[in-house]
C-alpha cells in the first residue's frame, strides 16, 4: 500500500503541482482515507520526499555522462535537465523550486553525487584532450553551471526577458561554456544539436 500511495501521490504532484495539492486530493484516485496516508506518512511533505526519491531515482538512471566529447556531455546533461524541469507541468517543478529547494538539494546530492562527482574527471579530461582551456579550475565549471541552471530555475532573475528555456540555456550556461572552451570546444558547441529543444 505504501508504495501504491507512493507512485500515485507522485502522479498527482506531476500532474497538479505540489502547493494545492493535498493529502486527501493526493489519494483520492485510491479510494483510501488519509488516515491510511498518516499510516505511513507523517505528513504531506514526508510523502512528498518519498515521491521525489521515485522520481528522481527513475531520472537519475536516465542520466547517463555520455557523449562524444566533454563539451557535448555538460551541455546534454543541462539541456536534458531543463527538459525535465519545463517539460513537466511547470507548476510542479516551479512549487518544488520555490518551497521545498532544501528538499530537492537533499535528494538530488544524494542520488546524483556518485554521476555529478565524475563531472570533475570530465573537466579534466575536456582540459587535456583540448576542448577545455587548461587555465580553469576543472571543479569549478559543474558549480558554475549549477549555479546558472538554479537562478533560471528557482528565481524570477531571468522571467522579465520572457524568454523560452532553449535561449535561457543559450545566454547563461551555453555563454558560459563558451568562454571555457578553446577553439576545439568552440567548434563542437557550433555544431552542436541538443538532445532538448
Known amino acids: 500500500m505504501k508504495e501504491q500511495i507512493i507512485e500515485i501521490s507522485l502522479q498527482q504532484f506531476l500532474k497538479h503541482g505540489i502547493r494545492r495539492m493535498t493529502v486527501q486530493k493526493l489519494v483520492h484516485p485510491l479510494s483510501i482515507s488519509t488516515k491510511t496516508v498518516y499510516k505511513y506518512f507523517n505528513d504531506k511533505e514526508e510523502l512528498l520526499k518519498h515521491c521525489l526519491v521515485k522520481h528522481y531515482s527513475e531520472l537519475a538512471t536516465e542520466f547517463k555522462l555520455a557523449g562524444p566529447n566533454p563539451v557535448i556531455t555538460v551541455l546534454n546533461l543541462w539541456h536534458k535537465a531543463m527538459e525535465l524541469d519545463f517539460g513537466v507541468n511547470h507548476v510542479f517543478y516551479h512549487d518544488l523550486n520555490y518551497y521545498y529547494p532544501q528538499l530537492q538539494d537533499s535528494i538530488l546530492q544524494r542520488l546524483f553525487k556518485k554521476r555529478f562527482s565524475r563531472l570533475d574527471q570530465l573537466m ?10 587548461n587555465d580553469i579550475v576543472p571543479a569549478m565549471i559543474p558549480e558554475v553551471t549549477s549555479a546558472l541552471y538554479s537562478s533560471i530555475t528557482r528565481t524570477q532573475q531571468f522571467k522579465k526577458y520572457k524568454l523560452s528555456p532553449r535561449v535561457l540555456m543559450q545566454n547563461t550556461i551555453e555563454a558560459y561554456l563558451r568562454g571555457v572552451c578553446t577553439e576545439k570546444g568552440l567548434k563542437e558547441l557550433d555544431n552542436y544539436s541538443p538532445i532538448a529543444k
Not at 579534466?124 to 582551456?133: A, D, L, Q, V
Open 124 to 133: 579534466k579530461e575536456g582540459i587535456s584532450n583540448g576542448f577545455f582551456r
